[in-house]
């Protein structure tokens, strides 16, 4: 059974920085990529980051390009999102997502299997 559990979601001031972090269990690491998602009571749940497979090619929605970075460790079978510069605007509930395939899309069909989320709330 695939698990994926988050954590390092919290409460920063604007400017500060937050690590999410997201364990995989259950299959195979270095056979997929994984993604981060976010999502704001009454919208839909939006893309912010991906890695493909090795952590050789990324992808990151514009608003966050520059200010965080996701990274893959498959050794400790564990995906990253660095987060700094925070801002209001990016409180929402994180998500980590692993994708069907090892290359690293964008859109939620493209993701079989997610985590519990986590909450990230950056104060004025």
């Known amino acids: 059974q695939v698990q994926l559990v988050e954590s390092g979601g919290g409460l920063v001031q604007a400017g500060g920085s937050l690590r999410l972090s997201c364990v995989v269990t259950?299959?195979?690491?270095?056979?997929?990529?994984m993604g981060w998602f976010r999502q704001v009571p009454g919208k839909e749940r939006e893309f912010v980051a991906s890695?493909?497979?090795?952590?050789?090619?990324?992808d990151y929605t514009d608003s966050v390009k520059g200010r965080f970075t996701i990274s893959r460790d498959n050794a400790k079978t564990t995906a990253y999102l660095q987060m700094n510069n925070l801002q209001p605007e990016d409180t929402a509930v994180y998500y980590c997502a692993a994708a069907r395939s090892i290359y690293a899309p964008n859109y939620i069909p493209s993701y079989a299997f997610w985590g519990q989320g986590t909450q990230v709330t950056v104060s004025s």
């Open positions: 259950g299959r195979t690491f270095s056979t997929f990529a």
């Open positions: 890695i493909n497979y090795s952590g050789g090619i990324t």
